[in-house]
T-cell receptor
Framework: GENVEQHPSTLSVQEGDSAVIKCTYS??????FPWYKQELGKRPQLIID?????GEKKDQRIAVTLNKTAKHFSLHITETQPEDSAVYFC???????????FGTGTRLQVFP | NAGVTQTPKFRVLKTGQSMTLLCAQD?????MYWYRQDPGMGLRLIHY???????AKGEVPDGYNVSRLKKQNFLLGLESAAPSQTSVYFC????????????FGPGTRLTVL
C-alpha cells in the first residue's frame, strides 16, 4: 500500500527565514498531494494542495513543489511568522476524494 | 454552515465499554472519513464512506464499526473499548469530484482506562 515519509520531524527557524518540509510517497498512482496545518488542540486545516499535472503551486507565502519522477513533494514557507508555528502534515492519494495517507508530521517553531 | 461537527468532544471509558462517536456535516458532501491521531504517528484512516449506505475499511479498522444511514451523518462505534484505542478521533468530509480537499471536524478525545 501507499506509504508517505515526512522530514524533518521538528524544524526551528527565526522569524523571517524560510522553512522547507519534504515528503516522499511510494505509490506512483498517487496524484493528489495536500498539506494540512494543525495548531495545538485544533483540527487539521488544508493550506495548499497540488495535483500531479502541475509541478509547482504558490499561494502568497506558501508554495508546494512536486517531482513525480522522484516521488517527492515539498512545502516551502517564506518570510515565516510566529503564527506559522504548528504541526504540518503532508498526504497523498489517488484523487482528492480517495483515502489520504498522511505523513507523520513536522512540528515547526518560528522564533521571534 | 456549521461545517463538520463531532459529538462528544471528550469521553473517558473503561475497558470493555462501548460507545458511538457521531460526525455530522451540513455541506452535502458525499465522502466521509474517520481518522485517529496518535502522537508521532500522524493521522490514520479507520473507515470511510463514499455515499449514503456504503462503508469501507481504511488502514486501521480493527475494533471499530461504522454506519452511514444518512448522507449527513457518519457514526463510529467501539463495541468493546481497549486502552489501545485511546486517541483523538477526527471526522472529515469532502464533495464528490470536487477540488476542495477534506474538511475536518474538531475532534473527539477518547481515553480508555
Amino acid at each position: 500500500g501507499e506509504n508517505v515519509e515526512q522530514h524533518p520531524s521538528t524544524l526551528s527557524v527565526q522569524e523571517g527565514d524560510s522553512a522547507v518540509i519534504k515528503c516522499t510517497y511510494s505509490d506512483s498512482a498517487s496524484n493528489y498531494f495536500p498539506w494540512y496545518k494543525q495548531e495545538l488542540g485544533k483540527r487539521p486545516q488544508l493550506i495548499i494542495d497540488i495535483r500531479s499535472n502541475v509541478g509547482e503551486k504558490k499561494d502568497q507565502r506558501i508554495a508546494v513543489t512536486l517531482n513525480k519522477t522522484a516521488k517527492h513533494f515539498s512545502l516551502h514557507i517564506t518570510e515565516t511568522q510566529p503564527e506559522d508555528s504548528a504541526v504540518y502534515f503532508c498526504a497523498a492519494s489517488k484523487g482528492n476524494t480517495d483515502k489520504l495517507i498522511f505523513g507523520t508530521g513536522t512540528r515547526l517553531q518560528v522564533f521571534p | 454552515n456549521a461545517g463538520v461537527t463531532q459529538t462528544p468532544k471528550f469521553r473517558v471509558l473503561k475497558t470493555g465499554q462501548s460507545m458511538t462517536l457521531l460526525c455530522a456535516q451540513d455541506m452535502n458532501h458525499e465522502y466521509m472519513y474517520w481518522y485517529r491521531q496518535d502522537p508521532g504517528m500522524g493521522l490514520r484512516l479507520i473507515h470511510y464512506s463514499v455515499g449514503e449506505g456504503t462503508t469501507a475499511k481504511g488502514e486501521v479498522p480493527d475494533g471499530y464499526n461504522v454506519s452511514r444511514l444518512k448522507k449527513q451523518n457518519f457514526l463510529l462505534g467501539l463495541e468493546s473499548a481497549a486502552p489501545s484505542q485511546t486517541s483523538v478521533y477526527f471526522c472529515a468530509s469532502t464533495e464528490a469530484g470536487g477540488s476542495s480537499g477534506q474538511f475536518f471536524g474538531p475532534g473527539t478525545r477518547l481515553t480508555v482506562l
